[in-house]
């Protein structure tokens, strides 16, 4: 009687579940609820908090300038044309920090910044483009 190599057919449905995996397309917006704050109720204080782990321990400063202003490696994070984020969207800036954006240097959590501090720092981005806060 044949048995099958338990090993092999393990990898192998590793293999259909990555493949099913990849097929499947992000769903940007797709935040927990409460990750983010509403928009209207966005204080100086949080865009101080995302300010500085912008310039700290997210490292972001190091690709995207000082400013924002973006540079060789990576865009400007000020108001522009969206390419990754689109629009501009809290959620979409939100979801590009956590999930990085394929085939460039953009990592998901950079630093290692835990969800928290990605709230943060979408929330100091996003002030910046939309409500003209300074970067």
């Given amino acids: ?5 338990i090993a092999w057919a393990a990898g ?12 499947a397309p992000p769903r940007p917006h797709a935040v927990r609820q409460n990750a983010l704050p509403d928009t209207n ?9 995302g300010r500085r782990v912008f310039h700290g ?5 190091a690709c995207h300038g000082m400013n ?9 994070l000020k108001s ?7 629009g501009g969207d809290l959620a979409a ?15 998901a959590h950079p630093g290692g910044i835990g969800d928290g501090d990605a709230a943060r720092v979408a929330t100091y981005i996003w002030s910046v483009g939309h409500r003209g806060a300074k970067p």
């Fill in 80 to 86: 522009h044309a969206w390419k990754d984020a689109k």
């Fill in 1 to 5: 009687m044949y048995v099958p190599n």
């Fill in 57 to 61: 321990s997210g490292s972001c400063a």
């Fill in 93 to 107: 800036i939100y979801y590009v920090i956590t999930h990085g954006v394929s085939g460039t240097a953009m990592v």
């Fill in 12 to 23: 192998l449905l590793g293999i259909v579940i990555s493949v099913a995996a990849l097929a």
């Fill in 68 to 76: 924002l202003e973006g540079g060789p490696i990576a865009p400007t």
């Fill in 41 to 49: 109720a966005i204080s100086p204080e949080m865009v101080n908090a």
